[in-house]
Every structure is written in C-alpha cells, then in structure tokens.
C-alpha cells in the first residue's frame, strides 16, 4: 500500500527544523560573550512557546491530546517494544510523546535559566531590574567594604550568578543528552516501524498503517 497521510503540518515541521537550527547555534556560542547567543536563544524560546499553544489549538497530531498518554499506556508500549511486536501509532507513539514533553520541560529551564543568567551577570533582559535600581545597590555596596572580596555586585549577586550560571549549564547539557537519546529514539523506533520518520519530519507524510487498536 503506498498512499500517504499527511500527519505533520507545516507549522511543525518549521517548528522543528528552526528548533534544531537554533538549538545547535545557542549550543555551540554558550561560551563566548556575544549577541547571537541570546539571539539563538530567543528563538527557542518562542519556538518552545509557540509549540505549546499548538500542542492545545494544533493539527490533530501536533496536539498533546493526541500523543501524552497514560502511565500504563507507555509501559504497554515498551512491553510489546521489547517482545518485538510494537504497537502503530500514527502521530507520537507513547514513548515518544512524553520524550516530547520532557525536551519542551527541559528547553524552558534553559532558556528561563539564562534569561536569569543574563539579567544577574549583565543586567539586561527582561528579569533585570529597571537600570535605575542596579546603579543605586551598586552604589550602596560599594561603599560596604565587606564586599570587597565578591566584586562589585556583592555576595548575592554573586552567588546568583554561580547559581544561575550552573542551572543553564547543567540543563544544556542535559538538554544535549537528551537530543542524542531523541535522535537514537528516531533511528530505532523507525527500524522497527519500517518508516522514514526523517523523511516524515520534512515531508509531513507517513505511509498509511492503521493505529494498532
Ligand atoms: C536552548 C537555548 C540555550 C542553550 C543551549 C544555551 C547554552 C549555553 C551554554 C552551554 C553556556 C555556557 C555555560 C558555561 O560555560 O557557564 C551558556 C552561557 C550563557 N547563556 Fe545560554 N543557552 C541558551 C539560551 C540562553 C538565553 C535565552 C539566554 C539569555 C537571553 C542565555 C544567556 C546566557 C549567558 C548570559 C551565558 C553566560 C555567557 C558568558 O558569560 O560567557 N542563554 N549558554
Ligand atoms: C538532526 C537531528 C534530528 C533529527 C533527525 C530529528 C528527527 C525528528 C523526528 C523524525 C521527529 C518525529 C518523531 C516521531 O515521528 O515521533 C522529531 C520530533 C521532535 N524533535 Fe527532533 N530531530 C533532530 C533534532 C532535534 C533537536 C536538536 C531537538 C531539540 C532541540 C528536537 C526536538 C524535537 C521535538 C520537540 C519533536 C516533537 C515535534 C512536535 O511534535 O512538534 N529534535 N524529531
């Protein structure tokens, strides 16, 4: 049977493949102090936040409704995944849907963790303060000489921005763990589905097999 069903909409698909773009770029700029680093990661912000208000308003199998299933659900799939005679699914399997759940969690703490990160280090960003502010707490500290050894900002400011500095860290590196895992998830569940899921992320279609019930 070769006719096809349409199961990624456009807005998906862009979604994803700028989402790996910028993903890739925030990643490998995380070190260097620059513009395109925040500008990455701006991008994935809106992008993670786009995809939320389309996983409830969305095409049929863009939205959560389609693809977060039950606890038991997920166990049933990876039960008859390892007795190598998985169930079909059209959109996300179970498995799948809540990996996509857990890279969106995961996303926002990064972003969210550098946003913060940016406001303490920099000052800019939505989470920093209005300038006016800064530039007084500054002002007061330094004229407190027991904040000499933290620097200028003081030791909370301090201690913010090693605490903010090691959230972003660790999520983007965690974030990383995941893509790599999502990716081994693509290649595998498409061997044993017999699907070009690659394929279906820039086509948006998928050979027509029923859902197994
Ligand atoms: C998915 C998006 C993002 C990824 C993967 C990412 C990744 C990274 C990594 C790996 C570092 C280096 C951490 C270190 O060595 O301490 C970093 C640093 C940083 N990030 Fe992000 N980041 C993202 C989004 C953002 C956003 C949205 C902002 C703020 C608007 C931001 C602000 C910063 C700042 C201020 C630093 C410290 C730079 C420095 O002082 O060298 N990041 N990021
Ligand atoms: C080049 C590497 C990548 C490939 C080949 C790839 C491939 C795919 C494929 C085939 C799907 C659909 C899975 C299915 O049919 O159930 C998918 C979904 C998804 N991928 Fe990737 N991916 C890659 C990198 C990434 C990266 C770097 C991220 C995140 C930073 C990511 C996030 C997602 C998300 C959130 C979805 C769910 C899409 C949705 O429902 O909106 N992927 N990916």
Redesign the pocket.
């Known amino acids: 049977m070769n006719e096809e069903i349409r ?2 909409d456009p807005l ?1 698909r862009i ?2 493949w700028s ?2 773009i910028a ?2 770029i925030a990643y490998l700029t995380g070190e260097e102090e620059g513009s395109l680093h925040i500008w990455s990661g701006y991008v ?1 912000l809106g992008l993670i936040s786009f ?1 939320v208000v ?1 996983g409830f308003i969305g095409t049929r ?2 939205r959560f409704s389609d ?1 977060v299933r039950a606890p038991t659900v997920v166990i049933d799939y990876l039960k008859r995944l390892a007795e190598n005679r998985p169930r079909h699914y059209i ?3 179970p498995a ?1 849907g809540w990996m ?1 759940v857990l ?2 969690v995961t ?1 926002f703490v990064v972003t969210l963790s550098g946003l913060k990160l940016y406001a303490v280090e920099d000052g800019l960003g939505p989470f920093a303060g209005p300038p006016v502010t800064v530039t007084l707490i500054s002002a007061a500290r330094a004229d407190d000489d027991d904040d000499e050894e933290y620097g200028e900002f003081g030791e909370n400011e301090a201690e913010g921005e090693e605490f903010w500095e090691e959230i972003h860290e660790a999520s983007a590196n965690f ?1 990383l763990f995941l ?1 790599l895992l ?2 081994a998830g ?1 290649i595998i ?2 061997r044993l589905h017999d699907e070009n ?2 394929k ?2 820039i086509t948006g279609k998928k050979k027509v097999r029923p859902e197994t019930p």
Do not use: D, E, P, Q
């Open positions: 199961v990624w998906v979604f994803h989402l790996v993903f890739f994935v995809r389309w199998y863009a693809f959109g996300h399997n799948g996509v890279m969106l996303l974030m893509v999502h990716i693509v569940s498409g899921l690659v279906a992320m």
